[in-house]
RNA sequence: GUGGGUGUAGCUCAGUUGGUUAGAGCGUCUGACUGUGGCUCAGAAGGUCGCGGGUUCGAAACCCGUCACUCACCCCA
């Protein structure tokens, strides 16, 4: 439907019962994250652009071309958070770390890329991230690993596959990316438009490509860990031994480069097949990320996962939305009299913790069952004026249509005992 | 940024080679002896056929443009 009330262009309402999922997802997320010691950080979604020019490389497609950047009445250039990690550093290098201190904090909202919408990907689309700052060490990255798995576990996405690879460090990479350009050179002219361009730009990522004609080269190229230094390769090896020693079942891919500058030793990745075209659920890895005004690196490891590629991959897998619970009660009043009385025994009932529901027009009684019907009202309240002139109220069961008056001033114990025991 | 697909009722969609007052299902509302839901039946409301132009005696349909959505490429979550 294309009407004026569109939200923007990759954004989306998101309204029952599909948030249920949502709230399903993210509470998950945080039940399990603060098991793993993880507190939650909420950071601005908008920020000084050079904390992301700076953090994720001014050369990355991010950065050149995706993020939404302006100025604000100020004459600043702001930006709206292309990702989660640049701004958690910079909150917690505000918040100073000591030399040696650790910091896991996890977080979840909304980021903004410029890019062409597609199923499993939006101009506003969610994260779930977590990040451990300050120590770098194989066991960290793995337990990082493991927990992201099994967060999938407790979505119920439990057939993820996980990719793991090394970038190595940024010692490493001069002689890596000069051996890369090396062994392509020779095949320049045969490659894609993008490759020729990521020759210049970005040598890595011309591993990445899924060009048809691109793929001999690139299956001739040397992989990457054997252009790593030796420490580089001996983290990775303990990477892996740590993987294995928690049974966590992995697949080194010798071309998982990801898409960020800030990346060093262990990336990975897991991908589903229920995504679409999109396939990636969640990636992350170690980093070493520069903030505006310093030249040392502050250094974690972390993930992010797309909400919205873990609803995709839920739903494939016919993990039910919860539907919308029905209401406790619904009272149907017959007459101004009641109407307004009615007003207040639901106050009543709210206050004693019922989902309550009253009927606030005077319809005719028949089109207020059907609206009681319609909300999946355990129990109907009926008031007319015989019931007001009696002091009573008719308690109507919805399941066995079973009525019975109650007084008045009994209906919310009356009730109570009866939902509470199911 | 580049390609493909699709825009008809609140929702999901029909609409035959252009031909009278544009349809269905679901949903909503009303009613079927007085104050009783679901099932059934009857009825009602609800549409600038995305928008603009063109062809034609006549356009929802054909042509051009435009906008929107969507899928894919690129890249990523």
């Known amino acids: 439907m294309a009407s ?45 652009t050079d904390v992301f020019v700076r953090g994720l490389g001014d050369e990355t497609d991010v950065v050149k071309k995706e993020m939404y950047t302006f100025e604000d009445r100020g004459g600043r250039s702001v930006t709206l ?19 040696g201190e650790e910091r896991r904090v996890f977080y979840m909202g909304p980021m903004f890329r410029g890019e062409r919408p597609a199923a499993g990907r939006r101009r506003q689309f969610h994260q779930v991230g977590v990040e451990a700052v300050g120590r770098a060490a194989p066991l960290l990255d793995a337990e990082c690993i493991a927990m992201l798995l099994h967060f999938l576990e407790e979505v119920g996405i439990a057939d993820g596959e996980l990719l793991v690879n090394s970038r190595g460090t940024a010692d490493d990479r001069p002689a890596a990316a000069a051996a890369l350009k090396e062994h392509f050179t020779p095949h320049l002219a045969g490659l894609c438009e993008d490759c020729r361009r990521r020759f210049e730009t970005n040598v890595w990522r011309m591993l990445d490509c899924k060009v048809e004609g691109c793929q001999e080269a690139i299956r001739g190229a040397p992989a990457i860990m054997d252009l790593l230094g030796a420490e580089s390769k001996a983290y990775f090896a303990a990477v892996c031994a740590c993987l294995d020693g928690l049974k966590v079942p992995y697949r080194v891919d010798p071309r998982l480069v990801r898409g960020l500058d800030y990346y060093e030793h262990t ?18 890895g170690r ?3 520069f903030l505006p005004g310093s030249d040392r690196p502050v250094r974690g490891v972390g993930f992010a996962a797309g909400l919205e590629r873990l609803l995709l991959a839920r739903a494939s897998l016919g993990q039910a939305a919860a539907g919308t619970p029905g209401m406790d009660v619904f009272l149907v009043s017959l007459g101004e009299r009641a109407l307004a009385a009615s007003q207040l025994l639901a106050a009543e009932l709210r206050h004693a913790g019922l989902r309550v529901l009253a009927e606030t027009t005077g319809r005719s009684m028949k089109a207020q069952m059907r609206a009681a019907d319609r909300v999946r009202a355990r129990y109907t309240l009926i008031r007319g004026d015989n019931e007001l002139d009696g002091g009573t109220v ?21 009730l109570l005992a009866r939902l509470m025991s199911g």
């Open 267 to 284: 990336v990975f990745e897991v991908v589903h097949s229920g995504l679409g075209a999109q396939n990636a659920l969640a990636g992350g």
């Open 394 to 414: 008719l308690c109507k069961a919805m399941a066995d249509g079973v009525q019975t008056p109650v007084a008045a001033g009994e209906v919310a114990a009356w």
């Open 81 to 99: 958070r292309p990702e989660g990690t640049a701004g958690v550093m910079r909150a917690i290098a505000n918040q100073g770390l000591a030399e």
């Open 287 to 289: 980093y070493a990320l």
């Open 4 to 48: 004026q009330w569109e939200p923007l262009l990759g954004t989306a309402d998101i309204a029952e019962p599909e948030v249920r999922e949502w709230v399903f997802v993210e509470n998950q997320a945080r039940a399990l994250f603060s098991r793993y010691g993880y507190g939650e950080l909420r950071t601005p979604v908008i920020e000084r």
